[in-house]
């Protein structure tokens, strides 16, 4: 019986750690001072780290500091606009085959939108 309990305990174990991998295409209507906008994440994970990208209407960025912690997503994009650098700091919650962001562009306050993978 205590084999039987030990066995269905790590068979979920491991059935969370393969829930948790991303990597793929993901995309969000991303609220805005003019309304929504399409923005599609790439995302790219190894292990607990993260890279890839976002494209919207001012093109693609590369994504920085990407790390995925159990259910859990962060990463930074710095987007160049009009001279100066701007970064925008994302934080999201994995829930199958959605993840719940917050972005925080340090103006304006934080947005939050949810992605869904394609």
């Not at 939050?112 to 993978?117: G, L, N, R």
Request: proline share 3%; glycine share 14%; charged share 20%.
């Amino acid at each position: 019986m205590r084999l039987l309990v030990v066995t269905v305990f790590l068979g979920i174990f491991s059935l969370a750690a393969l829930a948790a991998d991303i990597t793929g295409k993901w995309v969000a209507q991303v609220p805005g001072p003019n309304g929504s906008r399409e923005i599609t994440f790439d995302f790219k994970q190894a292990g607990n780290d993260l890279t890839g990208s976002i494209a919207g209407p001012r093109g693609a960025q590369e994504i920085s500091e990407g790390k995925v912690q159990g259910e859990n997503v962060s990463f930074a994009v710095v987007l160049e606009l009009t001279g100066n650098q701007i970064r925008q700091n994302f934080k999201g919650t994995i829930s199958g085959n959605q993840i719940r962001f917050t972005r925080d562009a340090g103006r304006g306050g934080p947005v939050e939108f949810t992605a869904k993978k394609q």
